[in-house]
Each structure stands twice: as structure tokens, then as C-alpha cells.
């Protein structure tokens, strides 16, 4: 499968381009970014070709991988998808409902894959450890924390804006959403949504399973407070989210293994681009009650 590259910033440097590079049933055809400089030296770092049209890298390409803000995310898939280009898009799909909503009907015209790369649900691991915990009956409640100290370090990440601006919710509220929709069901309610230090928002949530879960969800934790961790409790007893000893350059690989899957198949996988709209109307309804 040829693929290109879209982003050009820390998270394409130091995931996706080498995770494109090293893939053996892909083809890293290029890159376009919003500074072509950038794209030039991303390319020829990684032995591609920079391109200063992105509409003559989708002409070129079977597929292509996101690595920009949200709200450049969504208008960019629903342009790839539209020329025929399967999507390995990044969390949250879109920065609202209703860009989210036009990038899934684009998916759905084109009859194109889609894949939302959740980084916990592409890890060997923790993939394992979900798919075992949603065939298990009689949840009773789940505590979630996902603590980033994002803007407390040094991260290459502290100076995005999107995140300066969408805070703890929408860059690592997804990651908590995609480890209990699948083991609790759907959210029927958000019930409770308030803020904490800084960007810390805490939710409770209703789902569909019977269940309800905590959420607690920041990037400005103390680092030495910082982690992600998820409790679920049930008529089986405890269990832990457990580490997951995979990178994130291993997640994207088998990421978009579940692309080529998916792309061949024509059977969509389960963190595909209308998964990706429901994590996002969960977040903006949880955003709503938070008052904006």
C-alpha cells in the first residue's frame, strides 16, 4: 500500500514517519505539511519525497496517515477520503461533532478504510487485555485516571495550541473512552462533569452495560504524580489495565496493519472512523456540561 504522511511536527518525527518507513507492506511515498520546510527535511531524513501540494500527494498515494491538530485532521480526511485514500487518523477525530460527522460520511461515500489510532488499543498487551475484559459479564463500576504531565515538563507537546486550548479532555479523555466503551458498553449519560487543578476535569459516566465509571483526566499533573491507570471492578473481583511494554512507533506499525486489514477486507475495524465520532460527541457533551 502506498502511503503518505501529513504532519510534520514532533508526533510525525518521532512516530509515524518512522513507523511508515519501517513497515514491510507499505510504501512511504511522501510527506505535506503546513511548512514545507519542515516537510523537506522529514523527508529526506526518512528517504521520501516532500510534497508542496497535498492534492498531488493524495493523487499519489492508496492511503494516507494523519499526524496534525484535530481541527487540520478533519478537513484533511474528508479531502483524502474523497480521492480515494484509506485513513490512519489520529485521537480526537475531529475537534467538534460536526466535523466529526463530515469526516465518517466522507469515509462512508468514498468506501474507504478508516482507523483512529487509540495508542492503548494498538499495544500487544493492553489490545489483549480489553478484548478479554469485554467478553467478561457483571462490571459494576471503573475508575479510569489518565494523569500527563504535558505541561508541567519539557514534553515537545506543552507548546501545542490545540491542547493549550482543548486541555486534558479531548487529548487524553479519548484514551480513557477507548479502554471502556469496548469492556462497558456505550455511554448513555454522561451524569457528571467538573474541573480540578488547571486543566484536571473529573467525569461520571452511565453505560449501556449497567456500569458506571470515574473518570479523572489531566496534563498538568506533577510529574511525579503523571500515569495512566484503569480499575475495573465487577462479580469476578478486580483487575488492573496492565503496562503495556510497547512504544509508540510499535502501536502505529500494527495500527496500520489493522488499516491493510480493514482496506482488503472491507470489514471496518472496531476504532475506525464512526468510533472515532462517538468518543467525540461523548467529549463534547462532557465539554458542554463543563461550560465550554
Do not use: N
Not at 461515500?109 to 500487544?124: C, D, G, I, L, P
Not at 487543578?197 to 503523571?226: F, I, K, R
Request: with cysteine.
Amino acid at each position: 500500500m502506498r502511503i503518505g504522511l501529513l504532519g510534520t511536527g514532533s508526533w510525525a518525527e518521532g512516530a509515524h514517519a518512522p513507523a511508515l518507513s519501517s513497515h514491510r507492506e507499505l510504501d512511504f511515498v511522501g510527506v505535506w505539511g503546513r511548512r514545507p520546510e519542515a516537510a523537506k527535511e522529514l523527508a529526506g531524513r526518512f528517504g521520501t519525497r516532500a510534497y508542496d501540494d497535498v492534492d498531488a500527494l493524495l493523487a499519489d498515494v492508496d492511503a494516507v496517515a494523519v499526524a496534525l491538530p484535530p481541527a487540520v485532521q478533519a478537513g484533511l480526511a474528508v479531502r483524502a477520503a474523497r480521492a480515494g485514500c484509506h485513513l490512519l487518523l489520529d485521537k480526537p477525530l475531529a475537534p467538534t461533532v460536526e466535523e466529526g460527522r463530515a469526516v465518517v460520511a466522507a469515509v462512508q461515500e468514498a468506501q474507504v478504510a478508516s482507523v483512529v489510532f487509540f495508542t492503548t488499543r494498538f499495544q500487544s498487551v493492553t489490545d489483549a487485555w480489553i478484548t478479554e475484559q469485554s467478553a467478561v459479564e457483571g462490571w459494576f463500576t471503573a475508575r479510569a485516571e489518565w494523569l500527563g504531565a504535558v505541561f508541567t515538563t519539557d514534553s515537545p507537546f506543552g507548546a501545542s495550541p490545540w491542547r493549550r486550548e482543548k486541555g486534558a479532555l479531548w487529548d487524553v479523555g479519548p484514551h480513557a473512552l477507548s479502554v471502556l466503551l469496548p469492556v462497558l458498553g456505550d455511554v448513555r449519560q454522561v451524569a457528571a462533569a467538573v474541573r480540578g487543578p488547571a486543566d484536571t476535569v473529573h467525569l461520571v459516566l452511565h453505560h449501556t452495560g449497567g456500569a458506571s465509571s470515574t473518570l479523572t483526566l489531566s496534563l498538568t499533573a506533577p510529574p511525579a504524580a503523571a500515569g495512566a491507570s484503569v480499575e475495573l471492578r465487577g462479580e469476578g473481583g478486580v483487575t488492573l489495565l496492565p503496562r503495556s511494554p510497547d512504544g509508540a512507533v510499535p502501536a502505529l506499525e500494527r495500527a496500520a496493519d489493522a488499516l491493510l486489514a480493514a482496506a482488503r477486507s472491507g470489514r471496518p475495524h472496531p476504532c475506525d472512523a464512526t468510533f472515532g465520532l462517538r468518543v467525540t460527541e461523548i467529549l463534547a457533551t462532557a465539554e458542554a456540561l463543563l461550560g465550554g
